[in-house]
Nanobody, 123 residues
């Protein structure tokens, strides 16, 4: 599955951005989708994931209460609404698909990755 993240940009601290990830293919609705990020010099880290039907989500502690993951299976798209952004949220954000039903924050368990989108939060 080819994934393409978009919606990144430069925003001031306290601002908002909404990332999108399109995943063409009729099987999108069957799988878990996740968002990860990687800051310069750091390892890729989990941000959020959503179950295939959108009925359950999980978040990294660092983004709980600020970020919201959602999906529109009719549009084969997953979203990440990011509010109250902080400079430490600066990173390249990636979406990923897991060919399974169980939510996980382990990037090794995701099967396909898209190109990232840069998010830069200025102080």
């Amino acid at each position: 599955v080819q994934l393409q993240a978009s919606g990144g940009g430069l925003v001031q601290a306290g601002g908002s951005l909404r990332l999108s990830c399109a995943a063409p293919g009729r099987t999108f609705s069957s799988y878990v989708m996740g968002w990860f990020r990687q800051a310069p010099g750091k390892e890729r880290e989990f941000v959020a994931a959503i179950r295939s039907d959108g009925g359950r989500t999980i978040y990294a502690d660092s983004v709980k209460g600020r970020f919201t993951i959602s999906r529109d299976n009719a549009k084969n798209t997953v979203y990440l609404q990011m509010n109250s952004l902080k400079p430490e949220d600066t990173a390249v954000y990636y979406c990923a698909i897991r060919y399974g039903a169980v939510l996980t924050d382990n990037p090794d368990l995701y099967d396909s990755w898209g190109r990232g989108t840069q998010v830069t939060v200025s102080s």
